[in-house]
């Protein structure tokens, strides 16, 4: 019995290492595995993608193709808008005469702080760039309306327009004396420094006819005997943004606010102001900025006719300032 009991202690100690041994071993394996599973996880994702990873990686070619459509519209856009600039400088606003429409800084790119909020990320390049595009058709499209409404205006007056702009010669032509006075630059003869002379210059008789070049509204008329600046001078408004200056004339004909139609006498040519010799000084002055009045001689000047004025006019001057 004693034997007994002392084997079924033994056998009972031994089940009990066993048993022991076997736990042991078990969560050996699992760490083993769960080591050897970490490990390839680890180098698969760092040879392999992962399927989220694969689809990360989708997504993101996804929405750079995007974009890439989205700034090739754009650009689509930005020379549909050019041609139509194009063709509204070169062929609309021909049609009434009218010069080219400029907004001041227009074409000036906004200050790079204003994309600072697109900056912190992979994208931020990219979404900057197309952001910086829109912003430039934004500009075109805003200059581009205010032109073509400026010239629906322009059609709505089309009549009146024609009438009032400046398009005929201020003088007869067969009294001119001399060489016309250029506009723009020209070297002063007596000063010698370049200096800028704002209408052209037709010597004459005193007392020789001017005649006003468009239909308007006299804006002012000053009368003066001084030596100095323009002397006696008309000026008329003819709208649409067009005046006419007149200056140095002996007498005038007409009084502020006097309704004018084209080719009406207005005054008679003299020598007042700062002039050297008897002459008309005329201006055409388009949105508040003298323009070269030859353009507006004859709106139906052949190509001949123009080249023969050119020839006529030179850096004379017959005024001494
Ligand atoms: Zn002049």
Redesign the pocket.
């Given at each position: 019995m004693r034997r007994k009991s002392q084997n079924n202690d033994t056998t009972g100690g031994q089940r009990g290492v066993l048993h022991r041994i076997k736990s042991y071993r078990l969560i050996r394996n699992l760490l083993i595995g769960f080591i050897v599973a970490s490990v390839i996880n680890l180098l698969f994702s760092s040879l392999f993608y992962t399927p989220k990873m694969f689809r990360l990686a989708d997504e993101r070619r996804e929405l750079e193709m995007r974009y890439e459509v989205l700034q090739n519209r754009i650009r689509s856009s930005q020379r549909k808008i050019d041609e139509i600039r194009h063709r509204d400088n070169l062929v609309y606003r021909p049609l009434f005469s009218s010069d080219t429409l400029s907004i001041e800084g227009i074409y000036t790119p906004y200050a790079e702080q204003k994309y600072a909020h697109l900056q912190g990320n992979d994208f931020s390049p990219m979404i900057t760039s197309v952001w910086k595009e829109m912003d430039q058709l934004a500009r075109s499209l805003y200059l581009e309306s205010k032109s073509l409404d400026e010239l629906q205006i322009l059609s709505k007056d089309k009549e009146k327009f024609s009438t009032a702009i400046p398009a005929i010669w201020p003088i007869d032509r067969s009294l001119l004396r001399n060489k016309i006075?250029a506009f723009g630059y020209r070297m002063h003869p007596k000063l010698h420094r370049w200096k800028f002379?704002k209408?052209v210059?037709m010597a004459g008789r005193v007392g020789d006819p001017i005649f006003a070049t468009g239909d308007g509204v006299v804006e002012s008329v000053i009368l003066s005997r001084a030596r100095t600046g323009y002397g006696t001078q008309v000026v008329i408004n003819h709208g649409f943004g067009y005046k006419t200056r007149y200056a140095h004339l002996n007498k005038s004909h007409v009084q502020r606010g006097d309704s004018i139609k084209r080719g009406q006498l207005i005054a008679d040519l003299g020598n007042t102001g700062i002039s050297t010799a008897p002459h008309l000084?005329y201006e055409v002055i388009y949105r508040n900025s003298p323009v070269n009045p030859i353009n507006y001689f004859d709106k139906n000047m052949s190509a001949e006719a123009y080249k023969s004025l050119m020839n006529q006019i030179q850096e004379e001057t017959y005024?001494a300032e």
């Open positions: 006075g002379h209408g210059d000084h005024e």
